[in-house]
């Protein structure tokens, strides 16, 4: 059973490493397109290249950290509240779901988020946390 367990949150850790490093890459190659996500969803305008590249490489720093297992309490629990923030500041496009279909991809993820911050002492596979306390 701790086999499954572990093989399971590994599976989810690394899929939500996946997506928010495609968000992370983003900020570095195309600064112009994460400018308009914050302006839209966000409410943050005005911000250049250069803080893109700032909050890129603060995110890929959390997000390697995250996928190593590193401090799991922190590590989940910032990037479980900074997709909790992504999902919820897209609520205009869940009042248009035929239009919007992909924005509802957020919640699985969310979930996927939660659950490894709940269960983070038995996410061991692949982690620098060690064994899972029972």
């Given at each position: ?43 943050i305008s005005g911000l ?34 900074l997709h909790t923030v ?23 993820m969310l979930a996927a ?22």
């Open positions: 059973m701790t086999e499954r367990i572990s093989l399971a949150l590994l599976s989810l850790r690394l899929t939500v490493f996946l997506v928010m490093l495609m968000w992370t890459i983003d900020k570095f190659v195309q600064a112009e397109h994460a400018a308009r996500v914050f302006e839209n969803f966000y409410g250049g290249p250069g803080a893109f590249m700032a909050i890129g490489a603060a995110e890929l720093l959390l997000i390697l950290a995250f996928v190593a297992g590193f401090q799991k309490t922190v590590t989940y629990g910032l990037v479980l509240l992504s999902t919820l500041s897209s609520y205009n496009q869940y009042l248009d779901p035929m239009n919007n279909l992909l924005f509802f991809a957020a919640w699985p988020c939660f659950t490894l911050f709940l269960l983070r002492d038995l996410d061991t596979r692949g982690t620098l946390g060690g064994r899972a306390r029972v």
